[in-house]
Every structure is written in structure tokens, then in C-alpha cells.
């Protein structure tokens, strides 16, 4: 038996002589009782080369530790003509080229060739690589590649699966294993971030399970139902509220003794004491409520009226779905369609400035009303006459007159195109079904088209999660973050699973038109219709609208808005909220009041 340091030597010299054939052009392989091997991959045909004599192998071919390759009935290495010669012939190779595939006698037995005839074909490899060129083996290190490739191909990608796409693939709703998971998970708790439990599935005796909403209406859509249908974020927690990490030496038990296994608990970012705060004060209004934490994008309240009992949605589906007049199942904060009143001279006074660089020079003496040049006429809010104005104090008085001299003095190209930078039209960051905001101004439309959108009436229409999320850009240093729902997701018994991260959207404004929209805003509290807001003990800015619109029996009628922020102080805003009661008159009359309310939960 030889031993380590000589069959390594015997490998060395033996690649040395492959390298100085190949070199030469000559095949490695041919014509030394070899079949088909590649030293690079250690790959070949099986029981083949002959092993030479002495090698240490035991039957069958064990693996000489000292190679590369040495599978058990694997291949060897090729043998060298000179040294086979004599002891172990090679077998012919056949002008087919099939020769190379042959299996070789065994060295041990020397028995004969699995193909007849081969032995005794009487042409000695040694002879053949001496006198003819030998094919490339190119071709076969090219498969072997090619098939290592696949594999890690498809080791990668099966990693890629699990890690990343796992959850989008699950997640869909046309995958219906969801459907299977709740055969085996009883779904998972929602609950507030502060510890308030939203919804759980309670379990009689008979195993029928019911799906429970302790706070009733207060969270309808945003928590949602989850039978007829799914919304809110029963739909959009579906997957996590059907997956159990609970306790695996548990969840294995539970398995097979047939029991469904807890499935996690969503810890959503709403915060019960805002939220009941916020459904109170809407009181008996229609309309919503929505409160951003701007700095995170986490939504800290989400209400909207009229709502509907979701512990009852499935006896009271038709009664709901037959009642259109009242939309109860509409999700007002996201899918509401309102005109935005004076919350919209946000947008008309940053295209001022963006135009004009700046607002120093501008004032306007207020009578009241505007009378543009075909006789359309203008009214400031309940006939009021401002008087003189500079520019911030036209937007703290929400002055209408003011804000048509400024809409003239833009085109319906630039008021277009700062609503389009300020996501009008577009996409906006929340996986729950919402409603764009939308524009319409063209460059023919009419002066008095042109100057009613300037002070938010006219063909536009946003919903209060659009005007929050615009207020929370302001302050945000002008970045919108994407809207979280879910805080993050723990196991039945608490144990911490995973959390969404808080990510950046967009910046919709630079830092010094933030600061700008900042300081107007500041300045409805301090001098204009926010004064409600003025003189707490937190910091408060905001803008206010009163939308009129006309009813279906064709009377005037005017939605309240309120958007703005608060916080300990003007660099550390906390709370963004946004509040529309439908009818509800003047801004400053209802929704200042309750968004006042909220703030004042928080602070
Ligand atoms: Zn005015």
C-alpha cells in the first residue's frame, strides 16, 4: 500500500503530464484505459479507469483520499500510458467516438470488458495517442460547468424564495393556501399599540370559531371585517394573522393531535386613546379623521362615519350594501372625495413661491369680494372684509380675494404642475385601498375656473389622508414617509417576531419650502383662523377649510376641514392630523374643535 506523500507525488507528476499533453495538444484522457474524466470537476462515466496496482483501493473502488474525484465506483484517475502498459490494458478507442465512454477491466479481477470485443480489439491505447491527435475535451468541462451552474442556480434561487419572495407569493390574494392556513391556524389577534385588543377569534366548545371586535364601530374600517369579504387590516394582515410562530415543540404537539395552533398577533400602530378621542369628537358627523406620526409615517388613529358594527357585518350585509345613500362601508379617511376648501391655498401658496422665489412684496387690500374682469365674483368666507394683507396674512385670514389675485398671477401650467410635485394624481404610500387626489385645470379653462382652484374649489378633490400626508411633508423637513399600519407582529404568547421597517417615500419639498409652508401655517394659529390652537401648552400649526359644495337637491352645502400639526414644541411635531364634517360649516367651527380634542389626547 502506498503511502500518502507517494501518492501524492504520483498525483503531482501525473498532472504534470496531463498539463504537458493537453500542452501538446494530446488527450489525457485516450487511449490509457481511461474513460471519460475531467481533472478540473472530478467527474467521469463511472467504473472506468483502471486503477493501478497497489493503489490501496478495496473492492469496488473506495475513494483514494489523495485525489480528486475518487467516488466509490467513481472515476480515477486517467492512467498514464507508460505506467498501464503491461498491467492493465486500456480499451480501444472506436472511431464513434463511444470508446471513450467504455468502462475498463477492473485492475483487480482484469477481467474482461463490459463491452465485448473491446479487449480483444487488440489496438493498445499507448499506441493511439502517440500517432493521432485526440478530440477536445473542452465540450465535456462545458456540461459539467454548465450543470454545477444550474445548481447553484437553483440553490439560489431557492434561497432568494424563502428570504424575500416568500411572503409576496403567500401574501397574494389569488394564493389560496391562505384559505388552507386557516384550517390549521386560528386567526390572530389585532390589537392597538397600546395594548387595547381590536379583534380575536373566540372558540366554543364545538370548535366554531367567531371573529370578536371589542371596540364595535370605533375601528370598523380600519380594522375591517374579515368575512364577506375582507378589508381594512384584516385583508392587509391576513397572511401574519394566519401564521402561527408560536412555540415549535408546541405547534408540532398541536399538530398532531389535530389542534389549530395560535396564529400571531398583529400590534397594529394605532393608538386606542387617539382613536377613541377622535371618534368622539366627530361625534355625530359623517366624515373621518386620520392621524400621522409624520417623523415615522405610523397611522396613530384612522376613523370614518358612518360606520357599521363588524361583530354583526354578516347579518347586517344587506341591509349595509342596499343602503348606498349613506356609503357606510366607504372608507372616508382614504377613500373619501371632498373639495379641499382653503386647505388647498397650501398648494396654491408654494407655486406662488415657487414662481416668484419669494412673497415680499405682495399685499392685497381685501373689500370682501373680488370681481374678476367678465363679472364673476369672488366672496371671502362668510363676507368677510380682510382689509390689508401681506402675504402671510392672506393665508392665516384664508382670504379668498387675496388667494384669486394670486391664482391670476400664476398660470394653470404652474398651479398644475405644483399640485402634480405634491402627489396629485399620483400613487400614495398605503397598502389599503385609497382614492387619488385629483385636478383639473387646463390652460383654456376660464379666469374664474383658474382662481376658484386657487382657493381649493373647482374641479379638484382630495381625501383627508391625502391632505394629512401633505401636512406631514411640511413637517417632515418636506418628506413624506410610506403610512404604517402594523407595528409589528408577536407570537400568541408575545415573543417578538418581525416589524415592518419605517421608510422614507418621497421629498415632495425641499427643506426651505417646508420651513416656509411652516411658518404660514404657524401663522393661522397665531394670527388667523386657527386662533382656537393658540396659547396651549404644545405647539400646535395648522390650516383650515370651509368646502362648499352642492348638494344633491341642489342647495349649497359646506364640508368643515381642518389639517395641521402638533408637538412639545416647533421641532419635535409628533402628530399630524387631518378632520372633514360633512356639513359641518366653517374650518374654524367644527373641525378646529375636533382636532383640538385630539391633539389634546396626545399632548
Ligand atoms: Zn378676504
Redesign the pocket.
Known amino acids: 500500500m502506498k503511502g500518502y506523500r507517494d501518492t501524492q507525488a504520483d498525483l503531482e507528476e501525473e498532472i504534470g503530464r496531463d498539463v504537458e499533453n493537453i500542452m501538446r495538444g494530446n488527450d489525457v484522457r485516450s487511449g490509457r484505459g481511461s474513460a471519460w474524466y475531467d481533472p478540473e470537476t472530478g467527474k467521469g462515466s463511472g467504473n472506468t479507469a483502471p486503477a493501478r496496482g497497489g493503489c490501496g483501493r478495496t473492492g469496488g473502488g473506495a475513494p483514494n483520499t489523495s485525489r480528486r474525484g475518487g467516488r466509490a465506483g467513481g472515476p480515477q484517475r486517467p492512467q498514464q500510458p507508460g505506467r498501464n502498459a503491461g498491467r492493465n490494458p486500456a480499451p480501444a478507442q472506436r472511431a464513434d467516438g463511444r470508446a471513450a465512454q467504455a468502462p475498463a477491466p477492473s485492475a483487480r479481477s482484469g477481467g474482461p470488458s463490459l463491452i465485448p470485443g473491446m479487449e480483444d480489439s487488440g489496438i493498445g491505447g499507448p499506441k493511439k495517442r502517440k500517432s493521432e491527435p485526440e478530440p477536445s475535451r473542452t465540450p465535456y468541462v462545458f456540461i459539467s460547468y454548465f450543470f454545477v451552474l444550474i445548481f447553484v442556480s437553483l440553490i439560489g434561487y431557492l434561497v432568494y424564495f424563502n428570504v424575500r419572495l416568500k411572503d409576496d407569493v403567500l401574501n397574494s390574494p389569488y394564493n389560496k393556501r391562505q384559505n388552507a392556513l386557516a384550517q390549521v391556524v386560528t386567526r390572530g389577534e389585532l390589537r392597538s399599540a397600546d395594548g387595547t385588543t381590536l379583534a380575536y377569534t373566540k372558540t366554543d366548545e364545538d370548535g366554531e370559531e367567531t371573529r370578536v371586535y371589542p371596540e364595535d364601530e370605533m375601528y370598523a374600517h380600519v380594522i375591517g371585517y374579515a368575512s364577506n369579504g375582507k378589508s381594512g387590516l384584516e385583508s392587509l394582515a391576513n397572511y401574519e394573522l394566519l401564521t402561527s410562530h408560536y412555540n415549535l415543540i408546541d405547534r408540532i404537539i398541536n399538530e398532531f393531535r389535530e389542534v389549530k395552533n395560535p396564529g400571531d398577533t398583529v400590534v397594529t400602530t394605532l393608538n386606542h386613546e387617539l382613536q377613541e378621542a377622535a371618534y368622539d369628537a366627530l361625534g355625530s358627523y359623517d366624515g373621518a379623521v386620520i392621524a400621522l406620526d409624520p417623523k415615522t409615517g405610523d397611522c396613530l388613529a384612522m376613523v370614518s362615519k358612518p360606520d357599521f358594527d363588524p361583530n354583526t357585518i354578516e347579518e347586517d350585509w344587506e341591509e349595509i350594501v342596499s343602503d348606498s345613500g349613506n356609503s357606510q362601508l366607504v372608507n372616508r379617511a382614504l377613500q373619501g372625495a371632498y373639495p379641499p376648501g382653503s386647505t388647498f391655498k397650501i398648494v396654491t401658496a408654494l407655486s406662488y413661491l415657487r414662481t416668484y422665489g419669494d412673497a415680499d412684496d405682495f399685499s392685497y387690500d381685501?373689500e370682501?369680494t373680488y370681481t374678476l374682469k367678465g363679472g364673476d365674483e369672488v366672496h371671502?368666507y362668510g363676507g368677510?372684509?380682510?382689509g390689508e394683507?401681506d402675504f402671510t396674512g392672506?393665508f392665516a385670514?384664508s382670504?379668498?380675494?387675496?388667494f384669486s389675485e394670486i391664482g391670476l398671477d400664476l398660470s394653470a401650467g404652474q398651479l398644475r404642475e405644483t399640485a402634480k410635485s405634491l402627489l396629485f394624481g399620483e400613487k400614495l404610500p398605503i397598502r389599503l385601498n385609497y382614492r387619488k387626489s385629483s385636478f383639473s385645470l387646463e390652460d383654456s379653462s376660464s379666469d374664474f375656473k383658474l382662481v376658484q382652484t386657487a382657493f381649493g374649489q373647482g374641479d379638484t378633490l382630495i381625501s383627508p389622508y391625502y391632505i394629512a400626508l401633505l401636512a406631514s411633508a411640511v413637517a417632515n423637513d418636506g418628506v413624506v414617509m410610506q403610512t404604517n399600519l402594523i407595528d409589528h407582529i408577536e407570537t400568541a404568547d408575545g415573543d417578538f417576531v418581525s416589524e415592518p421597517k419605517r421608510k422614507e417615500y418621497k421629498r415632495i419639498l425641499s427643506s426651505e419650502e417646508a420651513e416656509e409652508l411652516k411658518e404660514l401655517m404657524e401663522a393661522v394659529v397665531t394670527d388667523g383662523t386657527g386662533g382656537k390652537l393658540d396659547g396651549e401648552d404644545y405647539y400646535a400649526a395648522c390650516k383650515t377649510g370651509s368646502a362648499e359644495y352642492v348638494k344633491a337637491d341642489g342647495e349649497l352645502g359646506t364640508h368643515s376641514w381642518f389639517v395641521g400639526f402638533a408637538g412639545e414644541d416647533e421641532d419635535d411635531i409628533g402628530l399630524v392630523v387631518a378632520v372633514i364634517a360633512e356639513n359641518g360649516g366653517s374650518g374654524s367651527g367644527t373641525a378646529l374643535p375636533i382636532a383640538k380634542q385630539v391633539f389634546e389626547a396626545y399632548y
Not at 382670504?399 to 387675496?402: D, E, L, M, R
Open positions: 381685501c370682501g371671502c368677510t372684509a380682510h394683507e392672506a385670514n382670504c379668498n380675494c387675496a
